[in-house]
């Protein structure tokens, strides 16, 4: 992990030294040298990217070892890591998930606060206390998301009583009240961004774009503070002259 500052800080640096606020969403479907492409990846595009995000089915299969080298690689160009592994587990065990992500060396955790309000604030203590940074789930960027995200649940508090408002809303309060380091909104839902970003407590960090039908353009303009951009760069002809059409974009917008 990198030293010193906290997440929000550490990422904040990196995108103003980089210029960019894209993360790279290195998630290949599959590759028989993984370790291979990884670096061979990263090392093509670390001038254009301030972070890169890796999912589980990247993580698992290289191990702790590998993927400690490749961490260490990411680090070396000045890049923030974050392990997407959507956290969501009783206090014990994510406990143990976010000391094994911590010893790899990864920056930040994506977790879903759906695991209720006192336990996102006790994973997020942990996790500031282990120098990591926690990212919550607010509204995925899949088709099905308006199923589960959207869906009407209760919140009771002692202001207003017992009321219903969309999981979404509810995820946000225990996000806020937990002092993440980052809300994940997809970009396929634009009106959530604009909603979220008109009183937010942290960077927005948005993936679904490209691929996914979400506008780089139009969520920049509602408010999304990082792109997570992945297979419109790496399952391009060009990444890098992809990745570099969306950074001239997103400074002339």
């Not at 309060?173 to 909603?195: F, M, Q, R, S």
């Amino acid at each position: 992990m990198s030293s010193g500052e906290n997440f929000s800080s550490r990422i904040w640096t990196s995108s103003k030294k980089k210029q960019s606020n894209i993360i790279l969403a290195l998630d290949p479907v599959q590759e028989n040298d993984l370790s291979k492409y990884l670096n061979e990846i990263v090392s093509l595009l670390e001038s254009g990217i301030c972070a890169i995000k890796f999912n589980l089915h990247v993580i698992v299969p290289l191990g702790q070892d590998e993927m400690t080298k490749i961490i260490q690689m990411c680090h070396s160009y000045g890049i923030q890591v974050i392990a997407d592994i959507k956290l969501n587990d009783i206090p014990s065990t994510n406990e143990i998930a976010l000391k094994c992500l911590v010893e790899e060396g990864f920056d930040a955790i994506i977790a879903n606060p759906i695991i209720g309000r006192l336990e996102t604030i006790e994973l997020v203590k942990k996790a500031h206390s282990l120098g990591t940074g926690i990212l919550a789930i607010i509204y995925m960027s899949h088709p099905g998301a308006s199923q589960t995200y959207g869906i009407q649940v209760y919140d009771k508090s002692e202001k207003n009583g017992i009321r219903r408002v969309p999981l979404y809303r509810l995820l946000l309060k225990y996000a806020k009240e937990a002092k993440v380091d980052g809300l994940v909104v997809g970009a396929t839902k634009p009106h959530i961004i604009n909603e979220i970003a008109s009183g937010k407590p942290a960077p927005i960090f948005s993936p679904g774009l490209g691929h996914q039908g979400g506008s780089i353009l139009q969520a920049s303009k509602y408010g999304v503070d990082y792109f997570i951009i992945g297979r419109s760069i790496i399952q391009s002809a060009e990444p890098l002259k992809t990745l570099g059409l969306l950074q001239d974009s997103l400074r002339k917008r």
